[in-house]
């Protein structure tokens, strides 16, 4: 079985509620995935630039920075812009859902969190951020073979 069969990573859990957190912590524990946490949008975005999570579970109302605001300053920083995230919160309008994907959220999920569906989005976003990040190698690799290869 391939790492992109069956991904682990480094997860990054932000939210203000701790229960949230552990929870959230307590549904991905049968994998060995690296937890980080953050209570709060500033700790979320300190966090995200120092550790480079594979993946950040990001509730939408915190102190210091909304989810919204976190989510356009980690796609606005060249070093987090391609972390995937997946927004968890207990809003559940449509206009929300729109407000999560413009600041640029990759997956939406509602509370109450089922370990199920919650699983299947890790899975799923952890296994894009691999697959991306190995075409990137590649695509540097073939750039070095590319200029060593090139008549100078």
């Known amino acids: 079985m391939s790492q992109t069969d069956n991904p682990v990573g480094r997860i990054l859990i ?14 991905l524990s049968d994998e060995p995935h690296e937890i980080l946490m953050a209570a709060d949008g500033q700790e979320t975005v300190a966090v995200a630039r120092e550790k480079q999570p594979d993946l950040i579970l ?25 972390i995937p995230v997946l927004m968890v919160t207990a809003l559940k309008e449509m206009g929300d859902i729109e407000k999560a994907v413009a ?14 569906e919650l699983k299947t989005r890790v899975r799923s976003l952890l296994r894009v951020r691999h697959l991306s990040n190995e075409r990137d190698r590649l695509l540097a690799y073939l750039a070095e073979v590319d200029s060593s290869a090139s008549p100078k």
């Not at 990001?58 to 391609?82: F, H, N, W």
């Open 103 to 116: 600041a640029g959220a990759d997956d939406f999920l509602t509370k109450p969190v089922h370990r199920l």
């Open 58 to 82: 990001l509730d939408i109302m915190m102190p210091k920075m909304s989810g919204y605001e976190v989510c356009q300053k980690l796609r606005a920083d060249e070093t987090t812009a391609k």
């Open 14 to 27: 932000a939210d203000d509620n701790e229960q949230n957190r552990e929870l959230l912590e307590a549904y």
